[in-house]
């Protein structure tokens, strides 16, 4: 059994999560980065790929006292637990992440690690290598479930890790800020990474959610129960 996957991005009006650059993104209002902690409450866990923890020099903390006494008070833990995941296993022990201390960090990745991190991230983590080149999703998924009692999780990006969770068909939810600004750049990444070849099918959701904030549009997508078939190449809606 899995946890119930989450995945919560800002996008501009044309698209994209991020400057062709993969500087943070950093483009919507304060308003609705108060709500990146809200919705991280909800959860067991935050799912974060390496590229994002790396870029956007996360802590993957719940920085809200409120939000913390709220869990507390709900019998959970004061902050979800923090994921990240590294088929390569690059994972820099200096990174801000390893800074705070706060809810256990565990580490996803294969034994393409190098001996010297492994020993380095050792006391920082809790390491899961899989003998794999890549890291098995189901399976990572399912252990985080069964060793870690995560019942849901959210994936903050990014778009490479998005993309794999769509093409294994692993999305529950997706919540989306939708921003008044305009990016262009044909190598600036999407949802689901930098633009290239079609998942393997289109994944269908609905619309559960929408509300505005200020200029931006708050959107809360859930999978559609029914698989219907949809052709990519079709021209009709
Ligand atoms: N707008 C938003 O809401 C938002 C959200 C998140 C990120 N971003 C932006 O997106 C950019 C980063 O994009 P990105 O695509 O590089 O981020 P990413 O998905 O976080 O990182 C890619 C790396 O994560 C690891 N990874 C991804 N999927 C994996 C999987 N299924 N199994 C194992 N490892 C996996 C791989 O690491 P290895 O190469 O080490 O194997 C991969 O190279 C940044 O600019 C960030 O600011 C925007």
Known sequence: MRPKIHAHFAMTADGKIST??????????????????EIRARHDAILAGRGTVAADTMSMRLSSEILRATRIKQGL???PLRVVISNAGKIDPSWKI????????????????????????????????YESPTVPLPAALGMLRAEYGVKSLVCEGG????????????LDEIHLTLAPVLFGGAAAPTLTGLPGD??????????????ALGDECLLHFK??????????????T
Not at 20 to 37: E, M, N
Not at 159 to 170: K, Q
Not at 223 to 236: F, G, L, Q, V
């Open 159 to 170: 778009g490479a890790l998005l993309r794999s969770l769509a093409a294994a068909d692993l």
């Open 77 to 79: 833990p004061p902050e």
């Open 198 to 211: 079609f998942l393997p099918k289109p994944l269908a959701f609905r619309l559960a959610k929408m509300e």
């Open 223 to 236: 999978r559609k129960n029914i698989r219907r078939k949809i052709d990519p190449h079709s021209r009709t």
């Open 20 to 37: 062709k650059y993969l500087t943070p993104s950093q483009f919507t209002s304060t308003a609705d980065k108060a709500r990146i902690g």
């Open 98 to 129: 390893f800074q705070h201390i706060g809810s256990p960090i565990v580490i996803l990745s294969t034994i393409r690690m190098t001996q010297k991190l492994r020993a380095a991230l050792a006391p920082l983590c809790d390491l899961h290598l």
